[in-house]
């Protein structure tokens, strides 16, 4: 019986739990008190390697049951302060995708307006009444020698500068003589200035005028009956 004890030593715990029990449970505040540790005595269950052994749990869920059906605040505390065994820390976010840039946006085009053809018509109508000018492209020259050529060409030259002093202001873009340096410097006009030769670089550029441009700054052209065709630039002639 002596042997068996000592192997098995069940009536030691349960008269030790009983104990245990009993003091947290049912004994006086004083005799808690001193069963309890000193807060300033280091506590020896304070590394990983001073972990209690499987009867030391036992005797502790032992007590911590009683007391807490015996004490109220003590299982208040068990309560608020969550005692128990840790939860597993959450798992750590997934890192975010790497997001890739968003495309460029495509540039807006540029809104076109839209032109009548009248205009056009009726120029070509003056140019050919007064210059003879599409009569004059659509000859085949090579029957002809220069000198005939010439003269013809003589007729369409004067009959166009008629057109154009008689229905357009025309004046040069730039009013330097052709053959003079200029300086176009930062935001110059893109439209009324065109660049030629070795462009490289930004504004400011410097280089010599070869055109002076033109530009009309009064259009005169006559005025269109609603019924008129403008399609028809020289009607056919029949000869009676």
Known sequence: MAASDARYP???????????????????????????????????MNTPTQLPGFWSRLSLAFGAFFKTVGDAEFAARVRDDQVGPLAAPPAPAPAPAPVAPAPA???????????????????????????????????????YADADIGAAARVVHEGC??????????????????GARVTLEEGFDAASVRLTGNVVGKAPFKGTLSHR?????????????????????APAEVEL
């Open 10 to 44: 069940w009536r030691l715990i349960l008269v030790e739990l009983v104990s245990f029990a009993f003091v947290w449970t049912w004994a006086p505040d004083a005799v808690r008190q001193r069963a309890r540790p000193s807060p300033y005595r280091t506590p020896r």
């Open 161 to 178: 500068a008629r057109v154009l002093k008689e229905h357009f202001t025309i004046q040069p873009v730039r009013t330097e003589a052709e």
């Open 213 to 233: 441009g033109w530009r009309a700054s009064d259009v005169r052209l006559p005025q269109l009956a609603k019924e008129h065709d403008a399609s028809i630039i």
């Open 105 to 143: 946006a495509a540039p807006i085009p540029t809104p076109l307006r839209e032109t009548t053809p009248e205009a056009a018509l009726q120029l070509l109508t003056l140019l050919q009444r007064e210059a003879r000018l599409i009569d004059f492209a659509n000859e085949n020259l090579a029957a």
